[in-house]
């Protein structure tokens, strides 16, 4: 019987945030918990990580922003996978995310945020719930 | 240093007393091995105090970089009903948002007594404001500077009795560093400032950038060996009270290193920034002196945070003298505004209050290794950055508090001949050679940087971290332990309005892009053009300084992002390594 194809994932850091250690330790932990786990790197546009979610056939998207352009960023990712016609990509965010934009992030498509002190294991948790495999 | 027979007498005895004393103790509890460390002088049995210890502000420092600490001098300075401190003037808080506009008015509000300048994003990778790949970045994690107009604009707040010349600027700049001082050189020229009056600490250490920080432009080797080199020649010649540098481990240490990677990775970058300065021909006395470190990462772990100073010096010390050759004592310091500390990223959003009482660990720390009581960050910084004054008075007492009340530098290095300091200050600075001698065997830190080596331990230091942290082998207080039912979440309600006014935040922006528009219709355009061509032949010849370049593009409002952009096409830029 075909092995189940792994949970694939794209770690992106959108804007020119420079504070990767969030999204280091993720890489390396959500791999520990059976994902495959891409790693963009700093400095992506938001066309280029929706282009590296559609090569890499991802099935979730995480994004990572310290600099409070999140609003902006995030948003742009969702509108470009949507505008790609990338249907069941789950997204979601973390890292210095205010309370008060959690709501207008939702909102606009981002299934969850993951602040500062989450444990690697609930968002591998979230993930393997939410997730809609392909 | 210990007598032979003593020191056997001393061994014996320690193994009757585990044995003896300390068995009965383990089996009441049921453990095989104690909690808890002694230590004796057979610890220390070959201690040579004078070649380890010395004294303070003499080879090797490790007790401290002065005979004693200006911190010792405190209650002189304030005294009874005192408010304002004596006659050093520091710069002040890192600070700065929006627009230029913005910044200086926040300026004048505060009344600061110098600026400590935040860059955005944009501005600190080299980008205009009205680059559309900058949307959403521009003046949020700091102000906006397109060309020398904005720094013209800042320094409004600083005029007459504050000019320049009577102020400190510190820049918290890394890859562009010299082209943005070389805008606060040509308003230095525009208000006929000279350079050797300046006083200023531009970050400018980029190596760090590449695995830590992540505001690099250029690949190493011409940030190191082209810029890097330029400013530490321009600045020894023309600007002898600016630092050429302010090391920063602590930025590694943020991102997740170990202790001993933070202080090995910190000599090799010394090292590299130290080496351009040799191969230009310069005596090593001439310009070791004008280095400076931001600060060293720091923990919780008290008594290894003390250690790790103490090695710290120590290290950097043989390195000027015995790699180097400095003659100077002035060469072999680690100058940093604080010493130990509690490692900012150890502050926790939840039950923030507790971080008050972590920053004043810290602080003690860093009373007791030989620098100032460094109680920091503010206890909300979790919360948001620069919010509230409360958390600031707070923590501006609590330094007060360690100095005049618990009288904590009224001795210099206090754990001198511990057996348990030397021991673990040794056992630190060994670690830290073993891995500075890995670096090195691979071609030193730019090559360790290129092959990816030191991101990669980083990120798998901080991946450790984490999973000690989620398996409980390291606890934290309100985060993954003391959270049970009866446990009350301290939450403090925050009375005071954030100083930087988020509606002008949210408009920087556009009314920078407005702006730079101006400055560009009203500039001389073919003069900007002429400059940029200067520019790209400069930049193709080696040996050429590029400050002078600067300097002169500046004054023609060149812009930023124009100037980085002749150096990108020549120099190239960053391709970052995977994990």
New interface residues.
């Given amino acids: 019987m075909a092995e189940a194809r792994r949970i694939r994932m794209l770690i992106a850091k959108p804007g020119l945030d420079g504070h990767d250690r969030g999204a280091r330790v993720l890489t390396l932990g959500l791999r520990d918990e059976g994902m495959e786990v891409i790693y963009t790197g700093l400095r992506q546009t938001p066309e280029k990580i929706v282009q590296a979610a559609i090569q890499e056939d991802v099935d979730v998207v995480g994004l990572s922003c310290l600099s409070g352009a999140h609003r902006y960023l995030f948003l742009e990712v969702v509108e470009q996978l949507k505008a790609k016609g990338v249907e069941d990509v789950l997204v979601i965010g973390g890292g210095i995310i205010p309370k008060e934009d959690i709501p207008f992030l939702k909102e606009k498509g981002i299934s969850a945020i993951f602040g500062p002190g989450t444990p690697i294991k609930e968002i591998a948790n979230y993930i393997k719930k939410t997730v809609k495999r392909k | 240093m210990f007598d032979k027979d003593r020191i056997a007498e001393i061994e014996r005895k320690r193994k009757e007393w585990e044995e003896g004393t300390l068995r009965k103790s383990l089996e009441r509890f049921g453990l095989k091995q104690s909690p808890a460390k002694f230590y004796t002088p057979a610890n220390i049995k070959d201690f040579d105090f004078l070649a380890k210890i010395g004294f303070p502000g003499e080879y090797p420092f490790t007790a401290g970089n002065y005979a004693f600490p200006t911190t010792a001098l405190a209650g002189s300075m304030y005294g009874a009903g005192g408010g304002a401190p004596g006659a050093l003037v520091r710069a002040g808080i890192y600070s700065g948002y929006g627009a230029a506009e913005d910044t200086r008015d926040y300026y004048i509000k505060t009344q600061a007594a110098g600026p400590n300048i935040a860059f955005d994003?944009?501005t600190?990778?080299g980008?205009d404001s009205d680059n559309p790949?900058?949307?959403?970045?521009v003046g949020?994690?700091g102000v906006a500077v397109d060309t020398l107009r904005e720094f013209e604009v800042i320094y409004e707040a600083f005029v007459g009795g504050k000019d320049i010349d009577r102020i400190a600027s510190n820049f918290t700049i890394n890859a562009p560093a010299n082209i943005i001082f070389a805008m606060y050189l040509a308003l230095a020229d525009k208000r006929g400032i000279p350079y050797s009056k300046l006083r200023s600490t531009p970050q400018n250490d980029i190596l760090k950038?590449y695995i830590a920080?992540?505001?690099?432009i250029f690949p190493p080797r011409p940030a190191v060996n082209r810029m890097f080199r330029d400013s530490l020649v321009f600045l020894t010649k023309y600007c002898p009270n600016v630092n050429i540098t302010s090391i920063g481990g602590y930025h590694i240490r943020?991102?997740?290193c170990t202790r001993e990677q933070d202080l090995a990775f910190s000599m090799a970058i010394g090292i590299a920034y130290l080496q351009t300065g040799i191969d230009a021909g310069l005596d090593i006395d001439s310009f070791a002196p004008q280095f400076t470190f931001n600060a060293f990462g720091g923990s919780m772990e008290f008594f290894k945070e003390i250690a790790f100073q103490r090695a710290a010096r120590r290290m950097w010390a043989k390195v000027l003298k015995e790699r180097f050759g400095a003659k100077n004592p002035k060469s072999m310091i680690i100058r940093q505004p604080i010493g130990a500390h509690m490692g900012f990223e150890n502050t926790?959003?939840?039950r923030p209050l507790n971080n008050v009482t972590r920053a004043v660990v810290g602080g003690i720390a860093g009373a007791l290794s030989g620098g100032p009581p460094a109680v920091a960050p503010p206890y909300d910084e979790?919360l948001?950055l620069g919010w509230s004054i409360e958390a600031q008075q707070l923590q501006r007492d609590a330094v007060m508090i360690l100095l005049l009340e618990a009288k904590l530098n009224e001795v210099v290095d206090p754990f001198a001949g511990s057996y348990f300091m030397e021991s673990l200050t040794d056992e630190i600075e060994e670690a830290a050679w073993k891995e500075l001698d890995k670096i090195e065997a691979m071609g030193g830190a730019v090559a360790a940087i290129e092959n990816g080596y030191m991101y990669r331990e980083?990120?798998?230091s901080?991946?450790e971290r984490?999973?000690r942290i989620?398996t409980g082998e390291d606890l934290v207080v309100g985060?993954n332990c003391a959270i049970g039912e009866g446990e009350l979440e301290v939450i403090p309600p925050r009375m005071v309005p954030h100083p930087y006014d988020p509606v002008k935040r949210e408009q920087a922006e556009e009314k920078q892009i407005a702006n730079l528009k101006e400055v560009k219709r009203t500039r001389d355009n073919r003069e900007v053009a002429r400059l940029l061509r200067e520019l790209e032949e400069a930049a193709k010849k080696e040996e050429e300084n590029l400050i002078p370049h600067f300097i002169e593009c500046a004054k023609a409002y060149v812009t930023e992002q124009e100037m980085c952009d002749v150096l990108r096409e020549i120099f190239g830029e960053y391709e970052?390594?995977?994990?």
Avoid at chain 2, 133 to 137: I, P, T, W
Avoid at chain 2, 213 to 216: A, L, P
């Fill in positions: 994003l944009p600190q990778c980008y790949m900058v949307r959403g970045e949020k994690v950038e920080r992540g505001t690099y943020g991102a997740g926790t959003a939840q979790p948001g980083v990120a798998r901080a991946y984490q999973r989620e985060v970052a390594v995977a994990i």
